[in-house]
C-alpha cells in the first residue's frame, strides 16, 4: 500500500493523462505480475482496448511495465509492474535563508542600480 501511496505523490511525466493512472492503479493493486487481456483491463477502468493497448505502450516505453505477449510464448499477456522503476516522490526540504543571504540582500538593497540595467 505505501508504494501506491508513494506513486500517487511523485512528479509523472509530461504525457501521464488519468488513463494511464487508472490502468497503473489497477496493475498495481493486482500484484506483482498479472495475466489478464486488453479487454479485461478495459472492462475493470471503463476504456476501450485499443486505449487500454497504447496506455500499456506508454508504460511499458518509461519502463514501468514489462508486458509479454504473443501466441507462441510461455506466458503470454503477463504484465509485470517494475517497482523499482516508478517515479518516487521527492522529499520536500524546508526553505532555510542563510546568513550569508540575508546580509548579501540587505547590502543590494541599499546599492543603486547601474544607469545601463536595461542593456545588460
Not at 546568513?99 to 546599492?111: D, Q
Request: proline letters at 5%; glycine letters at 6%.
Amino acid at each position: 500500500m505505501q508504494r501506491i501511496e508513494d506513486f500517487i505523490k511523485a512528479t509523472k511525466p509530461r504525457a501521464f493523462t488519468g488513463y494511464h493512472f487508472a490502468v497503473m492503479l489497477l496493475l498495481m493493486h493486482e500484484g506483482q505480475a498479472v495475466q489478464l487481456s486488453h479487454t479485461m483491463i478495459g472492462e475493470r477502468t471503463g476504456m476501450s482496448r485499443y486505449t487500454v493497448r497504447n496506455v500499456l505502450l506508454d508504460c511499458e516505453a518509461w519502463k514501468w511495465l514489462s508486458i509479454s505477449s504473443g501466441k507462441r510464448q510461455y506466458n503470454t499477456s503477463l504484465i509485470e509492474v517494475q517497482w523499482g522503476n516508478l517515479p518516487q516522490p521527492e522529499p520536500s526540504v524546508p526553505l532555510v535563508i542563510s546568513e550569508h543571504a540575508t546580509k548579501l540582500a540587505e547590502g543590494f538593497k541599499t546599492r543603486p542600480l547601474r544607469k545601463d540595467w536595461k542593456r545588460r
